[in-house]
């Protein structure tokens, strides 16, 4: 059993992974961080709420995180993911909406507290698992170096080559390289799913065939990825959309389902054309030391298997209540 912490915006992608690190068997999920990207904080916010309560999941903590990147101000995704962040092909919000809370307390420290705690009672490292811009954990590795010891990280970003919001820069890190470049120094075991590998798993006609649409939750997930699609065919020319964020969560689950390798990956931060690019030394051509295991390939087959059994779980817990 892997308990997740799960730092995310989302997002239809964001949303998929909720589902996963909720309903495979081999996962805990512990809590949720959430940070601007895909929309604004408060956006992202409600919908990690909201798609918790939708698939059982309402009592697992969410603490609203960064509103923008360290330095600079952060573009959104409306582009991708409609002005709620998780539309459907009507523009509303696919998932109602619930009434904004605060919990009490500072988030970060939360957020520490609650790592901590986990870390004590299992006497295991909880893995993070970052899936939108890395805001939030940069600030966490900085404030509180003593949970570097305590965690995994694993890194939904990034890319060999090509990238998808700058020529050579991907999404998540493009919106904040100073903490990614913050995270990719600290030190901490950290793993990367780049755009390389997120790039093969597309929800094909197949695949949302066989959501299905015998029940009022799969025609929400056929709506949601087939908003995603329309947005990716026509911002991308994509056939069928890549479903990114899901991916890092699986890497925790069955690392063993992928192919990766060690190597040095460092973030540009000055260039104009660039800023943003995961720089990936992939066949160790500099003196520097390997900080983080990068991921190649995924086993895109295991990957739907487990995707949709956790839909069919979601689904069953949704009916039985
Ligand atoms: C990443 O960007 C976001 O829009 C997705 O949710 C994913 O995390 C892909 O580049
Ligand atoms: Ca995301």
């Not at 660039?274 to 390997?290: E, K, P, Y």
């Amino acid at each position: 059993m892997k308990h997740i912490w799960l730092d995310c915006d989302p997002g239809h992608d964001d949303a998929m992974a909720l589902i996963l690190a909720c309903h495979h068997p081999e996962s805990r999920l512990i809590g949720v961080t959430t940070v601007a990207g895909n929309q604004s904080v408060e956006k992202t916010t409600r919908n990690a709420r909201a798609v918790l309560a939708a698939i059982g999941c309402g009592q697992i903590p969410v603490f609203k995180g960064q509103s923008s990147a360290i330095l600079k101000a952060m573009p959104f995704c409306a582009e991708i993911h409609g002005e709620s962040g998780l539309d459907g092909r009507d523009g509303k919000p696919l998932f109602p909406l619930l009434a904004d809370e605060e919990p009490d307390g500072f988030w970060l420290l939360n957020w520490k507290e609650t790592l901590d705690k986990v870390w004590k009672e299992t006497g295991e490292k909880v893995d993070l698992v970052a899936i939108g811009s890395l805001t939030n954990v940069a600030l966490l590795l900085t404030l509180f170096p003593e949970v570097k010891s305590r965690i995994r990280i694993t890194i939904m970003g990034g890319a060999m080559g090509i990238g998808n919001t700058g020529p050579v820069a991907e999404f998540n890190i493009e919106n904040d390289p100073e903490a990614a470049h913050v995270v990719f120094e600290s030190g901490v075991e950290l793993a990367m799913v780049p755009l390389e590998v997120t790039h093969t798993a597309l929800a094909t006609p197949e695949i949302l065939a066989a959501i299905g649409d015998s029940s009022p939750f799969r025609r929400k997930i056929q709506e949601m990825l087939l908003f995603f699609r329309d947005t990716y065919r026509d911002v991308f020319g994509f056939d069928d959309p890549p479903l990114h964020d899901p991916l890092a969560v699986l890497f925790v689950l069955h690392p063993d389902w992928f192919q990766s390798r060690k190597m040095r990956v460092d973030i540009e931060r000055a260039s104009e054309l660039s800023r943003g690019q995961t720089v990936c030394d992939v066949h160790g051509r500099s003196s520097r030391l390997a900080n983080c295991n990068v991921a190649l390939s995924v086993d895109v087959d295991r990957f739907w298997k487990s995707m949709l059994d956790a839909v069919a779980k979601a689904d069953g817990v949704i009916q039985e209540k």
